[in-house]
Each structure stands twice: as structure tokens, then as C-alpha cells.
């Protein structure tokens, strides 16, 4: 190797280490700015931490100077009630000194008392026996008219209480034996189509086929009111029945002509009935009831398609008849007139436009025509007071009739008509002579009434509530029961500045 390759060699071997350490002092000037940034971000960090604690302390001191601001008006506020507090009962102590004083003047008076009773006897022995007696009786009721007017507001208001408890216990324990289902079962008046085209073929040719139908079932057939799907519309729940079967077996068969109505109207018909005495003999069944006329069994049917207020009215007459025949168990009567009068005492509902009169009255008349038991028929005609109650067995269906009318969610009611009622209770309440306000309240189930009492005693006060109570019995109809409490209070009132 020659001179001039060592020295390219060398070069090279300089070069090298020359590139390597400018790459070294890179790399180190690289490290230098990266510290540098992170002594900033650190120092930064610390500032922001420096000030967090700042403010954080900030915020300590002005929450204890609010605490402490607090503290002192609870102390201030505590001040002033002990002042108040001392002040009545400063107030208090004069009243217990002006009440020592009354004593005092009322044992000056029971001692006037006492002479005056003194010269009487003096005078009574004066008498005859006959003439002191009459005497006596005089003065004597003159002293005690008070506390006579107390004890017979005492064992007045003693009776009605031991009444009023006893009839809740009886009832009570009736109604926990009884197990409840809601009763909302209204009866389905659309028939769902299956396609939108069986419209036309229900309408037919010139519209023979809707005639026929509506001729037959005695209904009235809205095509129009909703897509696919037909409304059904009659006052009679049993032929709006009818016409749905009917309707649903043409839809099935598909032959949708005059003929084919006519015969499956008259299919559905006998399917009703054959349903109506089905429904009919499953409620005696369940009631335990084995001989009834078949006239009223299918009637009894035909309740199961009527409905009060959304409330189905077989399946109220059942829990009726239960109501009634468990409260004449508890009182010592026949369960089973009782149970026959609460099933059949809505009996008027099933029949049709024939009968003129109230469903009370013909209910009555069709069980009386059937043999019922006259205490029964009376029943039946007298829930509503329509007649007089002739038995203790009308009582129980009017008490069964409201308990299972009342139960929550069992009926529903329009709001113009609840409006109505509690209007009505309201202006009777006002129109006593004497009431300065009344009030319904609890949903129409109570009516409070506030009368004067510089004019009305407590002996009127319970007159009006009582003529209140005839009232609203006589005039209104109502579910379940309204409570009437009179109010009649005095307050004296003083400020002294």
C-alpha cells in the first residue's frame, strides 16, 4: 500500500469521526432544548398548582366567612325567639294571674251562691212536701240544663259511634272474603278484514248485500270509518253480538251473497243463545244456585254483553250476590234470599224496549212473574228507591250494590257529570240557613260545611248535617257514599302593639 492510499484512508477515517461527532453534538443540543421544555412545562405546572392551592384557600376562607356569618344570624335568630318565647311567657304569667283573680271572685260568688241556697232551704221548710218538691225540680233542671245537653251530645255521639264501628266491622270482614277482578270487558264492535277489496263484496251489487245484512241483524254497518276493518254499530249490545259472528263466519266462508247472510245470521243467533244460557247457568254455578226459570237464566245471560260505565253487569250482579249473602251471614238473615235478590236485582237491564217502566221496577215484575220470593221481588224493586223497602234484604242489596260500584277503577264517569255533582252537593250544602261555606272534596266522597257560630249551636249544627244527609239522599244519585262533617268554630284574636 502506497503513501496515498494511507492518506485517503486517514481522510476518510477524519471525515468520519468529524460527521459522527457533529451528529454527537446534535443529538446533544436536541437534549438540551428538551430539558429546557420540560423545566418550562414543570415550572408551569408548578405555577398552575401554586395557584390552584391560591384559590382553593381563597374559596376555604370565604366559606368559613359564610359559615361563620351564619353562625352569627343563628345566634341572632335564637336571641330573638328566646326574647319572643320569654315575652309569652310573661303574657302567660298575667293570664295565670287574671285567672287566679276570676277564682278568687268565682269562690266570692260560690259563696253568695251557697247563703242564697241557705235562705231557700230556710224558705223550703216553710213549705209543704208538694210545693218544695216542684221547687226543687225547677231549680234544679234550671242548673243542670248544661251538663244535660252535654251527656245527651255525649251518649248520642256514643251510640252512633258503636253503630258506625259495628256496621264497618260487618262490612269489613264481608268484603275481605271477597276476591275481585277488574271488570272493564267491553264488547268488541270492529271486525278486522282481511284484505281492503272484501269491502266491495261486503257492499255487493247496488248494495244488496249491506241491506240484507243490516235487515237481518237489525244494525248498521260503517264501511268507511277505519281501513281494513268494518264498525258495528246498534244501541243492542246483543245484536251488535249477533252481527260480529255473523260477519266473522261470511268473512271465513268467503260466499258473501243474500242467502249466505241470511243463514249465517240465523247461525249466529242460535250461537247467541245457546251462549246467553251458557254465560246464565255458569253464574248460578258459581253463585251455587240450582233451581232458577229459564226465562230469567237467559236474561242473566244477556247481562254478560251490558255494561255500566265500562263495568261488566253480570259480573257485578255475581259480586253483588256475594256482598249481600256474606252481610246476611254476619247479621243472622238467609244468605240465599240474599243471594238471589243481589244476583237478580239488575235483572231490568236485560230486557227490551217492551217494558216501559225503570230496570228496578221490571226486574221486579219479570221475578214476580217467575215465582220468586216475594222478599226477593222487593228487593229487587227498592235498590234504587224506587218503592219502599218492605225487608232488611233490600238494605243488603243497596249496601252490595254500592260496595261493588265503588271499588277504584271498577267505573269510569264523564268529568261533566262528576263536575255536576260535586256542584250539586255544594249548593245544597249552601242553601242551609246558617252556612257560610261549603266545600266538596275527596272526588265528591265528602262535603265539608263551616257555619256561623254566633248563630248556629252545636245542637243546630247537627240538625244541618243530618237535613243535609235527607237532602242529598233524596235529590242526588251518586256511587258509594258522601260523608258530611259540619264545622263550627269560634277563635279570638288579639294584637297588642
Known amino acids: 500500500m502506497d503513501w496515498n492510499s494511507h492518506t485517503g484512508i486517514l481522510a476518510l477515517v477524519l471525515l468520519t469521526a468529524a460527521v459522527v461527532l457533529w451528529l454527537v453534538r446534535r443529538q446533544y443540543r436536541a437534549l438540551l432544548k428538551a430539558q429546557e421544555k420540560s423545566s418550562e412545562v414543570a415550572l408551569r405546572e408548578a405555577e398552575l398548582g401554586l395557584r390552584e392551592k391560591e384559590s382553593a384557600n381563597a374559596v376555604e376562607f370565604r366559606s368559613k366567612a359564610v359559615e361563620q356569618e351564619l353562625k352569627a344570624r343563628e345566634?341572632?335568630?335564637?336571641?330573638?325567639?328566646?326574647?319572643?318565647?320569654?315575652?309569652?311567657?310573661?303574657?302567660?304569667?298575667?293570664?295565670?294571674?287574671e285567672a287566679h283573680g276570676h277564682?278568687?271572685?268565682?269562690?266570692?260568688?260560690?259563696?253568695?251562691?251557697?247563703?242564697?241556697?241557705?235562705?231557700?232551704?230556710?224558705?223550703?221548710?216553710?213549705?209543704?212536701?208538694e210545693e218544695a218538691r216542684?221547687?226543687?225540680?225547677?231549680?234544679?233542671?234550671?242548673?243542670?240544663?248544661?251538663?244535660?245537653?252535654?251527656?245527651?251530645?255525649?251518649?248520642?255521639?256514643?251510640?252512633?259511634?258503636?253503630?258506625?264501628?259495628?256496621?264497618?266491622?260487618?262490612?269489613?270482614?264481608?268484603?275481605?272474603?271477597?276476591?275481585?277482578?277488574?271488570?272493564?270487558?267491553a264488547s268488541a264492535t270492529v271486525v278486522s278484514l282481511p284484505e281492503e277489496a272484501l269491502k266491495g263484496r261486503i257492499i255487493g251489487k247496488d248494495g244488496r248485500n249491506i241491506r240484507t245484512f243490516e235487515h237481518a241483524t237489525g244494525t248498521t254497518l260503517l264501511i268507511d270509518e277505519a281501513p281494513d276493518s268494518?264498525?258495528?254499530?246498534?244501541?243492542?249490545?246483543?245484536?251488535?253480538?249477533i252481527a260480529r259472528i255473523a260477519l266473522a263466519a261470511l268473512l271465513r266462508d268467503g260466499r258473501i251473497q243474500p242467502a249466505s247472510i241470511e243463514e249465517a245470521v240465523i247461525t249466529a243467533q242460535e250461537e247467541m243463545d245457546s251462549s246467553i244460557i251458557q254465560f246464565g247457568e255458569t253464574a248460578m254455578r258459581r253463585l251455587r244456585l240450582n233451581t232458577m226459570h229459564p226465562e230469567i237464566v237467559g236474561l242473566l245471560g244477556k247481562l254478560h254483553y251490558r255494561l255500566s260505565n265500562n263495568q261488566n253487569t253480570l259480573e257485578h250482579s255475581i259480586e253483588v250476590a256475594n256482598i249481600c249473602a256474606l252481610l246476611a251471614s254476619e247479621v243472622g238473615l238467609d244468605p240465599r234470599i240474599a243471594k238471589r235478590a243481589g244476583l237478580l236485582h239488575d235483572l231490568g237491564k236485560a230486557v227490551d224496549e217492551d217494558f216501559s217502566s225503570?230496570?228496578?221496577?221490571?226486574?221486579a215484575d219479570i221475578a214476580r212473574r217467575c215465582g220468586e220470593d216475594k222478599r226477593v221481588v222487593n228487593a229487587i224493586a227498592a235498590h234504587h228507591k224506587e218503592v219502599p223497602a218492605e225487608s232488611v234484604y233490600a238494605g243488603l242489596v243497596m249496601v252490595g250494590d254500592s260496595l261493588s260500584a265503588v271499588r277504584p277503577g271498577v267505573r269510569t264517569s264523564s268529568i261533566d257529570s262528576f263536575i255536576g255533582r260535586v256542584r250539586s252537593i255544594e249548593a245544597i250544602a249552601q242553601a242551609e240557613k246558617g252556612v257560610s261555606e261549603a266545600f266538596a272534596i275527596q272526588s265528591g266522597r265528602e262535603v265539608r260545611v263551616i257555619v256561623d257560630p254566633g248563630t248556629i249551636t252545636d245542637e243546630e249544627a247537627q240538625r244541618i248535617a243530618r237535613r243535609i244527609r235527607g237532602r242529598i239522599e233524596s235529590e242526588l244519585n251518586y256511587p258509594g257514599s258522601i260523608e258530611i262533617t259540619v264545622i263550627r268554630e269560634q277563635r279570638y284574636k288579639e294584637t297588642a302593639v
Do not use: N, W
Open 134 to 185: 216542684e221547687v226543687l225540680i225547677k231549680e234544679t233542671r234550671k242548673e243542670c240544663e248544661t251538663e244535660l245537653r252535654s251527656l245527651r251530645q255525649e251518649y248520642l255521639s256514643d251510640s252512633e259511634s258503636t253503630i258506625k264501628e259495628e256496621a264497618q266491622r260487618i262490612l269489613l270482614a264481608a268484603m275481605q272474603r271477597i276476591t275481585s277482578k277488574p271488570m272493564h270487558d
Open 358 to 363: 225503570s230496570h228496578a221496577i221490571a226486574g
Open 230 to 241: 268494518v264498525l258495528i254499530s246498534s244501541f243492542d249490545p246483543v245484536r251488535r253480538e
Open 103 to 129: 277564682l278568687k271572685s268565682h269562690d266570692k260568688d260560690t259563696e253568695k251562691a251557697r247563703r242564697l241556697y241557705r235562705e231557700k232551704l230556710s224558705e223550703v221548710s216553710k213549705m209543704d212536701a
Open 75 to 97: 345566634l341572632a335568630q335564637l336571641e330573638s325567639k328566646i326574647l319572643l318565647e320569654r315575652e309569652q311567657l310573661e303574657l302567660k304569667a298575667k293570664e295565670i294571674e
